[in-house]
């Protein structure tokens, strides 16, 4: 293996937008194929369900400033006097706005202060608070912090005094769980063996002792490097634990996490479509680390898919490539950090913040005090922050059932739309391109609103009228953001824009049911469409399934209600859908009890279809 001082800005540098080859002087030769089991990739792929969580819940992806943008450039961690210069600057400037989280990164092995159980105190050991001090200091301005560590690092200074024991196991010395060969940073921070004696409670602990001191997310990085050993750039550059180790990791880290703190996954190689990550995690990353921010890092380098971190190079094709495990219910995409300084013009910072807000993606503004200039309105939109607000997790305009990993015609990366809770429609127009390009939808052949639907552009503020359709030339790298409101009465939500487990996969290729597609494979025990809709003042409302059985026959469905933000039992009932083969679609309604606000409502197979496929177009409420 390579060892080397493995700093983040090392890692950064290896790693950067474009950057896709190994550098010079790796010990290995060919590429990953050589070290890595290749992931399982295909369409259609189960989908596992989501870890039980509050984020889950709310579906809110987060609206944060980080300490990147100075870290990245100086390489190195940020001052504590820096930190509350920083912080009171977003607090000012952008809490009014809904942002409520500031966030660590990075630049973390100068913390070798640690407590009796081998865990950090501070950010830095030159820092005279500590992480409680800044908990309280935040919550007293209404603010929350996330904090940056993974659970499965140990401290040299844990490991230099054997005094420091594994909480609730006092027999065991931290310093017993790992290795002098197995450093994470040199001299600096090592990894955690999960097959000693005390390791889960070192790593439970750990969340514990984070989420107790008021911490609302965790985000643990390098998870690849754990996995497998494997870099992008570098190479083989440490041990490969494999895949075991690592799913014990995923496991104990989502068990002591709990309800209430996000688990936010980063560098994950998501093996077999993401099957462990996505019912661990609350987040996880799709792309490059942003580095220097700008349009390359945004859209360009590296287009094609790879069976490991990062799978896409940027996001606009990480988004896309894994708009299938997105959506209601399910665990959210993670695009890193936004620098609006980092891009050329305006057009290109508003479409990074538009394309993050449609993807579902966290808003973590990274420009710091000195360097957001006259940018911060990028980040001020209040109507794309209202998108935020509601939990919206919207998808690219699908054109198959393909998998983006082999037919990347199979999604349209330029053209994404999606559904708030109150049923209204939100799209969103990009030109990727480096001249001006014309970008259009048909409400009514492609979202299937046949009626004239009021129209209003998020960006300027205007209200467009009442519209069939939408057609405009954008500008190079710009990109527009449109508000559907149907007509009052009952609300129609997409099943392909809802979140698809279990096995149910979007379609369109069915003879007599193209349309605008559905989602199918309800026939399967557990196959799942959630979706996310607002119940008003609550109370019972009528739901209506629009389905259809092609080969004829019935089946039973079942109709779970999840609300609020606590993880609850659900109030589920049992509907039977029949239909007579080669039909059309059909309806089927039941009544269902919704809370106030927003609810998850799911539908799922039983396993007892007669005669084979159910595919599912939409709902209906009210």
Same mark, same amino acid.
């Given at each position: 293996?390579?060892?080397?001082?493995? &700093?983040?800005?090392?890692?950064?540098?290896?790693?950067?937008?474009?950057?896709?080859?190994?550098?010079?002087?790796?010990?290995?030769?060919?590429?990953?194929?050589?070290?890595? $089991?290749?992931?399982?990739?295909?369409?259609?792929?189960?989908? $596992?369900?989501?870890?039980?969580?509050?984020?889950?819940?709310?579906?809110?992806?987060?609206?944060?400033?980080?300490?990147?943008?100075?870290?990245?450039?100086?390489?190195?961690?940020?001052?504590?006097?820096?930190?509350?210069?920083?912080?009171?600057?977003?607090?000012?400037?952008?809490?009014?706005?809904?942002?409520?989280?500031?966030?660590?990164?990075?630049?973390?092995?100068?913390?070798?202060?640690?407590?009796?159980?081998?865990?950090?105190?501070?950010?830095?050991?030159?820092?005279?608070?500590? *992480?409680?001090?800044?908990?309280?200091?935040?919550?007293?301005?209404?603010?929350?912090?996330?904090?940056?560590?993974?659970?499965?690092?140990?401290?040299?200074?844990?490991?230099?005094?054997?005094?420091?024991?594994?909480?609730?196991?006092?027999?065991?010395a931290v310093a017993d769980l790992t290795a002098d060969w197995d450093p994470f940073t040199k001299d600096k921070i090592y990894w955690l063996d999960p097959n000693k004696d005390g390791a889960k409670e070192y790593a439970q602990?750990?969340?514990?002792?984070?989420?107790?001191?008021?911490?609302?997310?965790?985000?643990?990085?390098?998870?690849?490097?754990? /996995?497998?050993?494997?870099?992008?750039?570098?190479?083989?550059?440490?041990?490969?634990?494999?895949?075991?180790?690592?799913?014990?990791?995923?496991?104990?880290?989502?068990?002591?996490?709990?309800?209430?703190?996000?688990?936010?996954?980063?560098?994950?190689?998501?093996?077999?479509?993401?099957?462990?990550?996505?019912?661990?995690?609350?987040?996880?990353?799709?792309?490059?680390?942003?580095?220097?921010?700008?349009?390359?890092?945004?859209?360009?380098?590296?287009?094609?898919?790879?069976?490991?971190?990062?799978?896409?190079?940027?996001?606009?094709?990480?988004?896309?490539?894994?708009?299938?495990?997105?959506?209601?219910?399910?665990?959210?995409?993670?695009? /890193?950090?936004?620098?609006?300084?980092?891009?050329?013009?305006?057009?290109?910072?508003?479409?990074?913040?538009?394309?993050?807000?449609?993807?579902?993606?966290?808003?973590?503004?990274?420009?710091?005090?000195?360097?957001?200039?006259?940018?911060?309105?990028?980040?001020?939109?209040?109507?794309?922050?209202?998108?935020?607000?509601?939990? *919206?997790?919207?998808?690219?305009?699908?054109?198959?059932?393909?998998?983006?990993?082999?037919?990347?015609?199979?999604?349209d990366t330029e053209r994404w739309v999606g559904q708030l809770t109150d049923g209204s429609w939100v799209v969103g127009l990009f030109n990727r391109g480096d001249a001006a390009a014309t970008r259009s939808v048909d409400f009514?052949?492609?979202?299937?609103?046949?009626?004239?639907?009021?129209?209003?552009?998020?960006?300027?503020?205007?209200?467009?009228?009442?519209?069939?359709?939408?057609?405009?030339?954008? $500008?190079?790298?710009?990109?527009?953001?449109?508000?559907?409101?149907?007509?009052?009465?009952?609300?129609?939500?997409?099943?392909?824009?809802?979140?698809?487990?279990?096995?149910?996969?979007?379609?369109?290729?069915?003879?007599?049911?193209?349309?605008?597609?559905?989602?199918?494979?309800?026939?399967?025990?557990?196959?799942?469409?959630?979706?996310?809709?607002?119940?008003?003042?609550?109370?019972?409302?009528?739901?209506?399934?629009?389905?259809?059985?092609?080969?004829?026959?019935?089946?039973?469905? &079942?109709?779970?209600?999840?609300?609020?933000?606590?993880? /609850?039992?659900?109030?589920?009932?049992?509907?039977?859908?029949?239909?007579?083969?080669?039909?059309?679609?059909?309806?089927?309604?039941? &009544?269902?009890?919704?809370?106030?606000?927003?609810?998850?409502?799911?539908?799922?197979?039983?396993?007892?279809?007669?005669?084979?496929?159910?595919?599912?177009?939409?709902?209906?409420?009210?």
């Open positions: 293996m390579i060892l080397v001082d493995t &700093t983040r800005r090392t890692f950064l540098t290896a790693s950067g937008a474009g950057a896709s080859g190994l550098l010079v002087g790796s010990t290995l030769g060919a590429g990953p194929a050589d070290a890595l $089991p290749q992931a399982a990739e295909g369409n259609p792929v189960p989908q $596992p369900r989501a870890r039980s969580s509050a984020r889950m819940r709310t579906g809110r992806p987060g609206l944060q400033w980080v300490t990147y943008g100075y870290n990245q450039p100086r390489n190195q961690n940020i001052p504590e006097a820096e930190w509350k210069r920083n912080i009171d600057w977003f607090i000012e400037n952008f809490k009014p706005y809904g942002y409520d989280t500031i966030c660590t990164d990075g630049w973390i092995e100068s913390s070798q202060r640690v407590n009796q159980n081998g865990y950090i105190v501070a950010q830095n050991d030159e820092w005279t608070h500590d *992480f409680r001090y800044w908990v309280d200091y935040l919550a007293q301005r209404g603010m929350k912090l996330s904090l940056y560590y993974n659970p499965f690092w140990i401290t040299q200074s844990a490991r230099a005094d054997r005094s420091i024991r594994v909480a609730g196991r006092p027999d065991v602990g750990m969340v514990r002792y984070f989420r107790d001191l008021g911490a609302v997310r965790l985000r643990s990085d390098f998870l690849c490097w754990f /996995d497998t050993g494997w870099d992008q750039n570098l190479g083989q550059i440490q041990r490969e634990h494999g895949r075991d180790s690592y799913l014990k990791l995923l496991a104990w880290l989502d068990e002591s996490a709990g309800a209430d703190m996000t688990v936010s996954l980063v560098l994950p190689n998501m093996d077999f479509h993401g099957s462990a990550e996505r019912s661990t995690g609350d987040s996880f990353r799709v792309d490059d680390d942003a580095g220097d921010g700008g349009w390359d890092w945004l859209s360009a380098g590296r287009q094609a898919w790879r069976p490991y971190w990062t799978q896409w190079s940027n996001p606009f094709t990480g988004f896309t490539g894994w708009a299938d495990v997105n959506g209601p219910g399910l665990i959210g995409l993670d695009g /890193d950090f936004l620098i609006s300084s980092g891009f050329a013009n305006d057009d290109e910072r508003r479409t990074a913040v538009s394309l993050f807000t449609l993807a579902g993606s966290p808003i973590c503004v990274s420009d710091t005090v000195d360097t957001i200039g006259d940018h911060a309105w990028a980040f001020q939109n209040k109507e794309l922050i209202e998108l935020n607000l509601d939990g *919206f997790a919207g998808k690219p305009v699908f054109h198959s059932n393909h998998g983006f990993n082999w037919d990347t015609t199979a999604r009514a052949g492609e979202l299937g609103l046949s009626k004239p639907v009021k129209v209003r552009d998020l960006w300027k503020h205007e209200d467009l009228g009442p519209r069939t359709s939408y057609s405009a030339t954008l $500008p190079a790298h710009g990109c527009v953001v449109l508000k559907l409101s149907p007509p009052s009465g009952a609300r129609r939500y997409d099943a392909q824009l809802g979140g698809w487990s279990g096995g149910a996969v979007f379609d369109n290729e069915d003879a007599g049911y193209t349309g605008t597609g559905y989602v199918t494979n309800l026939h399967a025990n557990g196959a799942t469409v959630s979706f996310a809709v607002d119940g008003g003042a609550g109370g019972s409302k009528p739901v209506s399934l629009r389905f259809a059985l092609p080969r004829g026959g019935s089946a039973d469905l &079942t109709l779970t209600v999840l609300s609020g933000a606590k993880v /609850d039992a659900g109030r589920s009932s049992k509907v039977t859908v029949s239909a007579p083969a080669g039909g059309e679609w059909s309806t089927r309604t039941a &009544t269902l009890t919704l809370e106030k606000g927003r609810n998850l409502v799911l539908v799922t197979g039983t396993g007892t279809s007669t005669r084979g496929p159910v595919h599912l177009d939409s709902i209906s409420v009210g």
